[in-house]
């Protein structure tokens, strides 16, 4: 076993050590739990702070071949993780050399997914290093390999956020790319305020492939009633997610119509609080299921499918994929209109709710008092949801045009372009030049 299989199963180990000892350390504060986290780590020689081993080797052209080494969560299910696979597809199709190299640093987050396995590799030899992280995360990811591997190559950050200003704790990590690629307008705008390099929108190309075969029966759901479907992830902020505001307004649209409708949430990594919270707040309140099973990406796309609405009454997103997912699959999205889901959704095509911007105080990441976000419109969102279940037709044709519009503009396609025209770019030495258009 050579030295770096060693130190890769000696992580994992001391992963395992953390992820078992983490209910005796519940109760402590977050600074004490951090503590212990990395005393297990320095324990078997795997901490190294914050910083590099050393500061990696400008970009020089022409030092390595050209094309794209790919960096991101490729073995997990999170919403990182789901964005660089969707960079990866786009990027097969650029017609440009690539290769997957799969970052596995976080001790609590699943490494389960095999769907890539065969395209992984352990070595990063192109001359553009594309690097799906963001910055609080940078520098262990990038401790996961040698630092030759980031020698003398044009780096591109990937950084996904979701409110108008960049935190402060991310600027220091600009000095370490050579340009930032953002999948929507939203995180671009942000970016441009403070970053000295070059920043270029690249939208995900959307894919949304579908279990065939199965039913709602094979999810433990009625087959007679209109089913509003509403995700979230413990590991997330719920407070970002807002699954209150959703509960709510499926609560008004049909409390006094119960036999009308039914609510399915499906819960990722839940939590004992999170579990609590949708308890309680709906109650004996209106007919739901409560979905918590892990599922394969496609049958998640299934239960989508399955479903007649997608609620997301989110104050804030980055992307917002499952929204674009379910327009795909032709699941109308009743959605909060901030943010950066409006890259992709118009009024002729999903049901965009109004909404207050309310400041965020200590509600996320990074608290700071400039931040704002949306508050949305839980009343309008109840009528939206009555009309969809009240109107068929109106239904009907908002999905089509909805599963058009998504098919048509956020295709793999039109990502591949976009990449291959601004690797291109770089590749023939126009680096650190603002991408025509951006």
Not at 280 to 308: A, F, M, V
């Amino acid at each position: 076993m050579n030295v770096r299989m060693l130190k890769f199963h000696l992580k994992r180990a001391a992963g395992t050590v953390i992820a078992k000892i983490a209910p005796l350390t519940h109760f402590l504060p977050a600074g004490p739990r951090a503590k212990v986290r990395n005393a297990v780590l320095r324990t078997a020689g795997l901490s190294r702070g914050n910083a590099l081993r050393r500061d990696p080797l400008p970009w020089q052209p022409g030092l390595h071949p050209d094309g794209v080494n790919l960096f991101g969560f490729f073995k997990a299910q999170n919403g990182l993780a789901q964005g660089v696979k969707l960079y990866a597809r786009a990027l097969e199709q650029t017609g440009l050399p690539c290769c997957f190299l799969n970052t596995d640093f976080l001790y609590w987050l699943p490494q389960n997914d095999t769907d890539w396995d065969s395209r992984l590799s352990a070595d990063a030899p192109y001359a553009v290093n594309v690097i799906h992280i963001n910055p609080d995360q940078w520098t262990e990811a990038c401790n996961c390999f040698p630092i030759e591997t980031f020698d003398g190559r044009y780096t591109v950050g990937v950084w996904l956020w979701e409110l108008e200003d960049i935190p402060a704790a991310w600027h220091a990590q600009l000095q370490s790319v050579d340009e930032l690629w953002a999948p929507s307008d939203f995180i671009a705008d942000a970016l441009k305020k403070v970053s000295p390099v070059p920043v270029t929108t690249i939208p995900y190309g959307i894919t949304a492939p579908a279990e065939e075969g199965l039913t709602r029966k094979d999810f433990g759901l009625p087959q007679d009633k209109f089913l509003v479907l509403v995700m979230f992830d413990s590991n997330s902020y719920a407070s970002r997610k807002n699954p209150a505001g959703a509960i709510d307004a499926f609560l008004e649209a049909f409390g006094d119509r119960p036999e009308d409708a039914h609510l399915v949430i499906k819960l990722n990594n839940p939590s004992r609080q999170d579990l609590k919270f949708i308890r309680e707040r709906l109650g004996k309140k209106g007919p739901y299921t409560l979905l918590t099973d892990t599922l394969s990406k496609k049958r998640l796309n299934s239960l989508i499918g399955l479903c007649d609405v997608y609620l997301s009454l989110h104050r804030s997103e980055g992307f917002g994929l499952v929204m674009a997912e379910a327009m795909l699959l032709g699941v109308p999205v009743v959605a909060t209109g901030w943010s950066a889901n409006t890259q992709f959704m118009t009024a002729d095509t999903a049901c965009l709710v109004d909404y207050t911007l309310v400041p965020v105080g200590d509600a996320y990441q990074y608290g700071n008092e400039k931040h704002r976000w949306a508050d949305p419109d839980v009343h309008q969102a109840a009528a939206y949801l009555r009309r969809l279940k009240d109107d068929p037709a109106w239904r009907r044709d908002l999905a089509a045009r909805g599963q058009r519009h998504i098919a048509e503009n956020f295709s793999v396609e039109k990502t591949a372009a976009l990449m291959r025209r601004r690797l291109s770019e770089i590749l023939k030495g126009a680096g650190n030049t603002a991408a025509p258009g951006q």
